[in-house]
Every structure is written in structure tokens, then in C-alpha cells.
């Protein structure tokens, strides 16, 4: 029988950049001694499966789950070979990432990769707490090509302060880092395609530097991109992002507030961004802050908000 929400196992990422934030913002549980950057929350990808826990499907991959039950899963025109289209992750930058960019269509059918769109919601952000996205205006391809080759990179770049709740769009061809100091759910392509332009002089966990790729880079970046902003946090419902790839919405609840949903409209992610929630699932009755949950295609769950709580409701990505 379909269950009404499937929850997956974390799949944990250790990074150079990383820290602990994830045990001590979300409760987390992580391996001991690693420096842990990312956790993969709903992933179909060959090298990283998502594994249900908890209900009557424990244990089984999402890419099972799709290849066996397709149309509940994501409705009667989804194919059961094709990937899940979304992954989730939450980030854990204890310092900063490095400077990169994600391939656009048309380039990454050139190198050889995964086009990459992604939203970047701010759970936590220390002071000073910043992103980097775009460059800043009057930066041309010229000074950029410059300013790198004398590593000089980062007066050029747009470096902006970030505060909880903000959220910011990131269009593949746009250049961007994340700064020191921020937990950020990541909503994204299916895609692990990354390029890095520069790396601040920094060394992997291995004592080297890590590797760069700054002639695909450089055939990827948005030189129009100058100066994005973020989307301020509030109170009411709004649309974080909407593109071909997903569109998200961020929903807030008071306390005692339902959200419903109706079968067989689409496919859905719900993330937990604040707050808790109640279900009418026996298997997960209780999503605390942090929990990434999918909506099957067939499924009509009811949520419940135990104290003032805040959503992400990704949808719009479950094309045939």
C-alpha cells in the first residue's frame, strides 16, 4: 500500500568547508571526526540513493520506488527510468566555499555536464554572514580574466550580508560562493555539476590544492549577472522561486494551522525550514525542524503546525 510521505536517510558529505552544524542546528547524528558540509536529503543520482526509513517501504531505494511505482509516485506520464528530478540538501558552510559556476544547457552539453539551477534558503547565518552571486557592476569578461590571472579576484565579485529566512535564486551561469558561517537548505536540479573558478588559495583535506577548472568556468559564467538580491524573509506566503526546473513556496504556519493537499494533483517536497509539524501518516506522525519529506503523486497527507512553523513546498517539477 502507498504510503502517504516518504522520508529518506541522510546521506552525509564530508567537505573541507564543513563543520557540525548539522548536529547541533537539526539534531543530527553525524559521523564522528569529519568535517560534514552536506546532507543529502532526496537523491536518485548512480554514486548517491536515497533509502526510505520508517513506514511500510523501509528500505527501498527512491530509484526502486520509481522504477516500481512510477505513476503514484509522480503521476500517469512519468517515465520509470528517468531520474527524480530534485535534489535536496542541507549545507553546512563553516567557511567559505569556493568561487564557482553551474553549466548552463547549452554549455553543458559542450563539457559534458549536468546543467545546474538551485534556491538557497538561509536556516541560521552567523554575524557577518554573507553570499556572493554575481559580479559587481562594471565588471567585464576583460577585467575578470584580469583580476584571475593576478588572483585578485574578490573585489570584483558582489558580496552581500545575509540574514535567517532570505532566500536567493541561483540560475545556472550565475557565479556565486557561500560564505563562512551559514546553514542553507539547497533546492535543486538533479545535478552535481560544479565548476570552480577560484578557491581563495585554499587546500584540500587531502594537504593539495584542489583542482580548478577555470577554462570551463569561463564558458559558463553570466558576465550580465551583476548584483542579485535576495528575498526578504516574512510572514506571509510567497514564491521563493519559479523556473522550468521546480517552483518553490514558502509557507508559513501559526500554530494549530492545517495544510492539505489532494491526490493525484503532483508530486511534492515538503521541508521543514521552522517549527514542527503533525501528520495523519502512523509513520511519520512527527516532522521536526530540518525533516525533508516527499508528497507522493497519489498521496493526500494533512500537516498540522504544533508551534509557529515555516515551509517550503517545492512542486512543479514532475514534467513527463
Known amino acids: 500500500m502507498l504510503p502517504k ?30 568535517p560534514i558540509g552536506e546532507s ?40 520509470a527510468r528517468k531520474p527524480f528530478p530534485i535534489l535536496v540538501k542541507w549545507l553546512d558552510a563553516r567557511e567559505r566555499l569556493s568561487l564557482q559556476v553551474h553549466p548552463p544547457v547549452a554549455a553543458a552539453k559542450k563539457l559534458g555536464g549536468e546543467p545546474k539551477t538551485e534556491n ?26 584580469t583580476a584571475l590571472r593576478e588572483q585578485k579576484l574578490e573585489p570584483l565579485v558582489h558580496r552581500f550580508p545575509v540574514h535567517p529566512g532570505e532566500s536567493l535564486f541561483v540560475p545556472s551561469g ?6 563562512a558561517g551559514l546553514l542553507i537548505l539547497e533546492i535543486q536540479q538533479n545535478s552535481d555539476t560544479t565548476y570552480r573558478v577560484y578557491d581563495w588559495g585554499r587546500v584540500g583535506l587531502d594537504g ?35 523556473c522550468p526546473q521546480f517552483i518553490i513556496r514558502r509557507v508559513p504556519l501559526a500554530k494549530g494551522a492545517e495544510l492539505k493537499f489532494a491526490a493525484n494533483e503532483q508530486p511534492r517536497i515538503i521541508s521543514v525550514a521552522k517549527g514542527c509539524l ?7 506522525s512527527k516532522l521536526e525542524h530540518g525533516t525533508n519529506i516527499f508528497v507522493p503523486y497519489a498521496s493526500s497527507p494533512c500537516f498540522k503546525a504544533t508551534e509557529p512553523s515555516v515551509l517550503l513546498v517545492t512542486d512543479g517539477f514532475a514534467s513527463p
Do not use: N
Not at 563543520?19 to 537539526?26: E, F, S, V
Not at 550565475?174 to 560564505?179: F, P, Q, S, V, Y
Not at 590544492?209 to 548584483?227: G, N, T, W
Open 5 to 34: 510521505l516518504l522520508r529518506f536517510a541522510p546521506i552525509y558529505q564530508e567537505r573541507v568547508w564543513g563543520g557540525r552544524a548539522l548536529a547541533d542546528a537539526l539534531g543530527r547524528k553525524l559521523p564522528a571526526g569529519h
Open 40 to 79: 543529502w536529503e532526496i537523491v536518485d543520482r548512480p554514486e548517491a540513493q536515497s533509502c526510505v526509513t520508517g513506514g511500510p517501504w523501509h528500505g527501498r531505494t527512491l530509484r526502486e520506488l520509481l522504477e516500481h511505482e512510477a505513476e503514484a509516485m509522480m503521476g500517469p506520464r512519468w517515465k
Open 120 to 145: 538557497w534558503y538561509i536556516a541560521e547565518a552567523a554575524p557577518g554572514g554573507a553570499l556572493i552571486a554575481g559580479l559587481k557592476r562594471g565588471v567585464t569578461r576583460e577585467k575578470f580574466e
Open 174 to 179: 550565475r557565479l556565486h560562493a557561500i560564505d
Open 208 to 242: 593539495q590544492p584542489r583542482k580548478l577548472h577555470v577554462a570551463e568556468s569561463l564558458q559558463c559564467i553570466d558576465f550580465s549577472d551583476v548584483e542579485p538580491a535576495v528575498l526578504p524573509a516574512g510572514k506571509k506566503e510567497t514564491t521563493l522561486a519559479q
Open 278 to 284: 503533525t501528520t495523519d501518516d502512523p509513520s511519520h
